[in-house]
């Protein structure tokens, strides 16, 4: 049985917008006249789909979209837009909305959105379904030194945490905090061999000097891995370089000390040391280690494997 929501304040319109979805087979049509009512009926039952219009009194449609999608994220809602009313609904769109219907064409259209935006949110929730099955997850990347790498690898960590049971946004933002400063530091410190104290002293061009030897021998075709070894309880990521290493313990010493916090040697592993339960470097300081364990997780209840032993491309 698909159950839908149709909130509008014209009860000509509410007549006529149901009227079409009695088309479709095996669905249970239910009405509100504005967005408030519509709201205290979404408080009491559940709905597969909400067919709202924007313009309402009390409360309009986007204040509407506002509220499903903080209170109900997995119910889609089609707005229908009558003459006047497209600026609310691109803001509606932005802040949510699956879809759109122009109330004049709704007699064409609505049936095939519908349709679709069901089918898609039937494939979010088999999905949704199949991950609260998850248990592990392990990848392998092989990257070049080019920031853009950085930004999908740190959604795909997001996205596989979230999946994993990882429910707390600030954590999982803390993790791939860490993640990305091993990174940067194995790109920029460990393949570019760029010291931190010309980063301190002169950005431009410390940077300007990582650009040079992303295209020049031996730092061209160095490569950073990145290993992960997810699971709900802990989280493990080896990030290792192809550079010469170096000695990391007088450098994680010397952040012991408050004076050393806000100087630029040594913040990413600052920020690793913050955030990660623990960060283990290999004997040639080429490789960094990365461990989270979920609050409540005891240390005995994990087995990583050494780091010494991961990223063996």
Request: glycine letters at 6%.
């Amino acid at each position: 049985m698909i159950r839908i929501l149709v909130v509008d304040d014209s009860a000509v319109d509410r007549r006529l917008i149901s009227g079409l979805l009695d088309r479709l087979s095996d669905s249970q049509v239910h009405t509100a006249q504005d967005g408030l009512e519509a709201a205290e009926i979404l408080d009491e039952r559940d709905f597969d789909l909400v067919i709202t219009d924007m313009i309402m009194p009390r409360m309009n449609g986007l204040t509407l979209v506002e509220r499903i999608r903080e209170r109900y994220p997995r119910l889609p809602v089609i707005l229908i837009t009558s003459q006047g009313s497209e600026e609310i609904a691109i803001e509606a769109l932005r802040r949510g909305a699956a879809s759109y219907v122009p109330k004049r064409l709704a007699g064409k259209r609505l049936l095939s959105t519908v349709e679709q935006v069901l089918q898609a949110s039937r494939r979010r929730r088999a999905h949704a379904e199949l991950m609260r099955s998850l248990q592990h997850c392990s990848f392998l990347f092989a990257l070049d030194n080019d920031y853009c790498h950085f930004g999908p690898l740190i959604e795909y960590v997001q996205q596989a945490l979230q999946d994993l049971g990882w429910d707390d946004p600030a954590e999982r933002t803390h993790i791939t905090i860490a993640l990305q400063e091993a990174v940067s530091n194995a790109m920029l410190h460990g393949n570019l061999e760029l010291s931190s104290e010309l980063r301190e002293s002169d950005e431009c061009l410390f940077f300007a000097l990582a650009e040079e030897r992303r295209q020049q021998q031996p730092y061209r075709d160095r490569k950073l891995w990145v290993e992960g070894k997810l699971k709900p309880q802990e989280v493990v990521f080896y990030v290792r370089d192809e550079g010469p290493g170096f000695d990391a313990s007088p450098l994680q010493a010397r952040l012991c000390h408050a004076e050393n916090v806000e100087n630029c040697f040594g913040r990413g592993i600052l920020l690793m040391r913050a955030f990660m339960d623990e960060v283990i470097y290999n004997a040639t300081g080429n490789q960094v280690c990365l461990i989270k364990r979920r609050s409540g997780s005891r240390e005995g209840d994990q087995t990583a494997p050494h780091p010494s032993r991961s990223c063996n491309a």
